[in-house]
């Protein structure tokens, strides 16, 4: 009877590609100071030899489980849940199991028995996606105790923290907006106890005031398409509004449904930009120009994030605070406006 070949270990993967097997070691397990050659050359050799890591035995000798938490509030909408996918993808990716808690509300109690939860389940380290203001007041004490990483949260948070730069993508549409010509840009915010809302928001009046422009009064939405279609049946009978940045998508929908209603042109009486890219956003009518999210970026950044503090052995030691730059996806609903627009 012949002799079943071994399966590759992996020395021998370190051994084909050249390198120690800790490296081989930090670029399964996603590691972000791995150099970009080292981690292609490592990745050859594991496809190569077809090298699969037993994750029982790797946990094992860490003296660590290969499980990671996630705490998650408000999953259905759009950003947390891309952001939840972004972070499952780069765990899976790396041979970690997710365990998720998803949260209605994110205070003191709940977040209590989320890590409970998780903490049972002997998690190596907690993610929390919290968008809310309120997130330094019900996480960051209990966080300090265990490996944790915070995924787009308040400016003033003490842990590391990940996030997508929500200042720089509304810079990126309010100058685009006025690059096109527009004299001013009118704002759609989202809720107020957003950290996201609350930085778009300051973004854009950033932007205006460095082209030293006048800054509308805020419109006030709650990210759904009603609130953008609510606001647009007024912007729509308002002639000085040339240009509207909506803080997403979904409120951009439904701008462009009321203006649509209205016989208001879009671009060429009133451009629009939203921001998040979502994937209806191209088929919309017209498709909109809007700010995309790297959300499988933010992914990756936050678990590698994530193994460093697991490895530091505190959550509070070594915080760093990453972040990723969004783009501007320009398509037909902005262009230069067709008539001249008095301020009022």
Sequence with gaps: MSQ????????????????????VSRVMNNHPSVRPETRDRVMKAVHQLNFRPNANARGLANRRSRLIGVISF???????????????RAARAADYGVSVVALEQLDHHAVVEALDRLTAQA???????????????????????????????????????????????????????????HETVW??????????????????????QAAQRRVPPVLAGDWSPRSGYEVGL?????????AVFCANDHQALGLLRALHERRVRVPEDVSVVGF????????????????????????R????????????????????????????????????????????
């Excluded at 370190?14 to 490296?23: F, P």
């Excluded at 017209?286 to 970026?297: A, I, K, M, N, W």
């Excluded at 990453?322 to 301020?343: D, H, I, K, W």
């Design 234 to 242: 007024d912007l729509a009978q308002r002639p000085e509004v040339s």
């Design 74 to 88: 408000e999953p259905l909408l759009f950003g947390p849940a891309s952001t939840l996918l972004g972070v499952e």
């Design 4 to 23: 079943q070949p071994r399966s590759a270990v992996i020395r021998d993967v370190a051994r084909l590609a050249g390198v120690s097997h800790q490296t």
């Design 187 to 208: 704002h759609l915010s989202g809720p107020q106890n957003w950290s996201q809302a609350r930085s778009r928001e300051d973004g854009w009046r950033q932007a205006l």
């Design 276 to 299: 998040d890219d979502i994937p209806e956003s191209r088929y919309l009518s017209p498709p909109l120009t809007t700010v995309r999210q790297d959300f499988d970026e933010v992914g």
């Design 123 to 181: 998690v190596a380290g907690v993610a929390v996606i919290a968008p809310l203001l309120s997130v330094s007041e019900a996480t960051q004490t209990l966080l300090a105790a265990v490996p944790a990483v915070l995924v787009e949260p308040d400016a003033e948070a003490h842990l590391s923290t990940v996030a997508v730069d929500q200042v720089a993508g509304a810079h990126l549409a309010v100058e685009h907006l006025l690059g096109l010509g």
């Design 301 to 344: 950044r936050c678990l590698g994030t994530l193994l460093e503090v697991i490895e530091a052995g505190s959550a509070t030691a070594t915080s760093r605070h990453l972040r990723v730059q969004p783009t501007l996806m320009v398509r037909a609903s902005s262009s230069p406006p067709s008539r001249v627009v008095l301020s009022r």
